[in-house]
């Protein structure tokens, strides 16, 4: 809690002014009391109107004061809670953008979806209900039982010693109700990962009728957090019956006690109304003391878990040093490097060494786990290697500025990612300051700009949420004119061509041949990497061997037998139709 009240310094004025505002009606909450005692005892008693009117003006002059403050107080609270709310979600936002990919790991993106969004409203009502009442009620409990003392001492000391008391039962709810309220932020993101997951694969749920287990899954995550929820709320709505019979039974000692120190001349009826008046006021604190407890309880648990991802430390290869920012010719070396993630026992790659010319293209086979994706995300340092070095240009891939070396590298995913906006954004997503030329000879390169050419609005048409209204090939193509419109030196390949049609294939790999760059190509098929400068044969993470097509052939069984069954598999699925 203590880091994100750090962020209220920003607005140290606006929560000052809120909480001297806060004071102001504090202060005329505290003296209504005693004036009431003082229209009783002096004015009402005796029948003496003036008096009555004179203190009755003073009352309500000051309840108009208090309400302006209210009123005041209230906007300045807002500009507090609202301005640290923006604040939080913007760092927070940053720092998403820093994590390498492993802290990323750690982290499930339903959990980051509510930590931005959910736990960060949490926050935002917690500060504003601590700079509008939060404070106030503890401290008109406080003020209250003084004020009572210098109105009655005796019957202020029934107060004295139900208070502490009653607030002991509050405090240990509110230690049980934070514990569960952490829970309950748990079990949402539990349910919105399920949420999420179904609204991604809706397509797949339909063609497979699975839309029963679907139904069924969601209602166990969200009776589960219905479960959490109402024991975490019947635990603090617990204190408010305690409460309330506490200090009713106060209120009658005070009512006994003080009729019979009226019988006695030892108390005035207007001290036993403000007694009585403190002791009502009191109550009604607790009561909403007991709903900030709640208020608090929730705001430490989403705060606990907004610092968990503020408190990440930003891994080496993503700090923005002053390493090198000299242009890259393309040149890659890698020497014994093995890498492991750390959330598996087994290395990804096992004394990896090889080297590549600027302006080669080498292409990467293996099986699924092979550790041929591990490469690909090994040179732009999205992870750095266990053990082992990796140059680019003689030059170990640490020294150079994280960014400077990443502007350089075009990368294409096997899953290709669209963003929102029209087909222009998404290519000069690639290069923020590319020309409509540069765009274009992008979408060329790609295949895909005849197809642009047909959209009613071309470039400038928008795209549906993750480009639904395209094909999987026409996506992939997108995400590769991304990747070309930079002009890289070096070009990244993950299984970028699965989605693409034999012919389409075919263009966009001529293209690639005649590309200014160093080209890594990660593919199932041997026909997608045959007219590579080298090929690398991955298993198990190790590299088996490397070469041409046609030195392979000759040289590793393994990779003979890959091709003779993809050449099996093309007759077959060439076979024409007898009639």
Known sequence: MRKILSYVKTYQKAAWIAIFLMAVELAVELVQPILMAIIIDKGVVPGELSTVMTWGGVLVGLSLLAFAGGIISSYFASEVSQGVGHDLREDLFVKIQELSLVQFQKFSTSSLLTRLTIDVTQIQGFLFMSLRIMLRAPLFIIGGII?????HTGLALILLLSVPILLAV?????TKGVKLFSSVQEKLDSVNTVIRENLMGIRLIKVFSRHKHENKRFTNVNDTLADINKRALWTMELAMPIVMFGMNASLVAILWFGSIEMNTGGAQAGEIVAIINYGTRILGSFSVFSFLLMNFSRGKASATRITGVLDENIEEQNIHHNGEKKHIKGEITFQNVSFRYPSSPNPALKNISFSVKAG??????????????SIM????????????EIKIDQLNISRYEVEALRTQIGFVPQEAHLFSGSVKDNISWGKEDASMEEISRAAKDAGIHDFIMTLPEQYETKLGQRGVNFSGGQKQRLSMARAFVRKPSILLLDDSTSALDAKTEV????????QACTTLIIAQKISSVKEADKILLLQHGKLIASGTHESLLNESDYYRNIYKSQRQEEVISYVPATE
């Open 170 to 174: 509050m405090l240990w709810i509110m």
């Open 147 to 151: 004020m009572a003392f210098t109105v």
């Open 360 to 373: 080669e293209t080498v292409g990467i086979l293996g099986e699924t786990g092979s550790g041929k994706t």
């Open 377 to 388: 995300q090994l040179l732009p340092r999205l992870v750095d290697p266990t053990s082992g």
């Open 507 to 514: 263009k966009v790999l001529e293209t690639l041949r005649n």
